[in-house]
């Protein structure tokens, strides 16, 4: 089956969280594709939230013809910990709104971006979506997962009783230019690729990274990503959540040596097993998305790591003029 022919210029697409990391090459992919209009609701204009602002943006965009909701309070396993309570709240009054309203305004379609944390914290590997409901998130990832995971059954049952078209996209890990480096939310590589840059600069002989580096990611390079989220607004009309993935698992213990060999850090990376692991392992099986709508990662997570790295070297100055270190 061949996936191509949308016509993209059709649409008025509104891509909340379209400034963040992935929103912002989520809008450069739908550009290229000559879309015919990418609206971006900033924080500072429409706090999604909250529902007049959100009735607002649907009134100042009467024509829209497809929400990509993005917008999202995220963070790295720090900030899970710390913010529960804001990242439960933040994420389900986002998506519970926009959706309820896209619905009642007859927006043809609605495409929700999830993630691998509202996967259960022992899903057999490969996670497969039909293994979604086999148990509870692991904890510090829970609140967010599960908050984001509702849209899954809001849109399946928007689906049934209203034949309403919403779909459900879980992109795992994602990693690339324009990562968050902030030490106080950064996911895992920004903030090893960070931390192992100051210890070299320091010219320290070891340096601590937190858990014991067993655990198993996958990750996804935000360009794939961000075609992964445009085929499937374009091609994919079903309720059933689909996984975007690469296929690639790699340990935190290896991602670290690929880390430091990449930044130049010689020294020794001590793991301080105080600190939680997070869920064990995680790998998704990306199948249905290829049979789907045709999505297969193309960025090698090797290349994808020096480009990031890369990026990082050019971009460092004005990434911490932008953010508070601590
Ligand atoms: N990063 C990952 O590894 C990853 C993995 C899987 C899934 N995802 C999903 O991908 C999406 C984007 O993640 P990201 O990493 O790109 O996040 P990000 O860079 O932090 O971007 C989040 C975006 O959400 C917007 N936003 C937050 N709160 C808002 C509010 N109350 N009202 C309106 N807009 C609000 C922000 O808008 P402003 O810029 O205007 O403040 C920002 O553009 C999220 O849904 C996340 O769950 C991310």
């Not at 790295?76 to 305004?105: C, H, K, S, V």
């Not at 944390?117 to 509870?136: H, I, M, N, R, S």
């Not at 030490?183 to 937190?210: N, Y």
Request: include cysteine; aromatic fraction near 12%.
């Amino acid at each position: 089956m061949t996936f191509s022919g949308f016509d993209w210029s059709q649409q008025q697409v509104i891509v909340t969280g379209g400034s963040g990391f992935l929103g912002s090459h989520l809008v450069h992919y739908l550009r290229q594709q000559g879309t015919g209009e990418v609206i971006i609701p900033r924080r500072s204009q429409y706090d999604l939230r909250q529902e007049h602002q959100v009735l607002r943006l649907y009134d100042d965009f009467p024509n829209t013809t497809m929400v990509i909701h993005l917008a999202a309070t995220v963070g790295g396993i720090g900030f899970n910990r710390e913010y529960p309570g804001t990242l439960f709240y933040d994420n389900i009054m986002m998506g519970t709104l926009l959706l309820e309203y896209a619905r009642q305004r007859a927006i043809p379609k609605f495409v929700s971006v999830g993630t691998i944390c509202e996967y259960p914290k022992f899903t057999p590997v490969p996670f497969k979506e039909a293994d979604l409901w086999l148990g509870y998130p692991e904890e510090t990832n829970a609140p967010y997962g599960l908050a984001k995971k509702m849209m899954i059954v809001q849109g399946q049952a928007y689906r049934q009783q209203y034949g309403y078209n919403a779909i459900h996209v879980l992109p795992t890990n994602l990693y690339g230019p324009g990562d968050n480096f902030n030490p106080k939310s950064a996911h895992v590589i920004p903030d090893m690729i960070r931390k192992m840059t100051q210890a070299l600069e320091r010219g320290d002989s070891e340096m601590v990274l937190f858990g014991d580096g067993t655990p198993t990611r996958e990750f996804l390079y935000v360009k794939d990503a961000a075609e992964g989220i445009g085929l499937a607004a374009a091609y994919y009309n079903e309720s059933d959540p689909v996984n975007l993935g690469c296929g690639e698992e790699i340990s935190i213990r290896d991602l670290a040596e690929m880390v430091a060999d990449r930044v130049g850090f010689r020294g020794t990376i001590r793991w301080d097993t105080s600190k939680p692991n997070g869920q064990p392992r995680r790998q998704v099986d990306a199948a249905l998305a290829e049979r789907k709508f045709g999505f297969r990662a193309r960025t090698s997570f090797a290349d994808g790591l020096s480009e990031l790295v890369n990026w990082y070297r050019e971009h460092r100055h004005d990434i911490e003029a932008s953010v508070v270190f601590s």
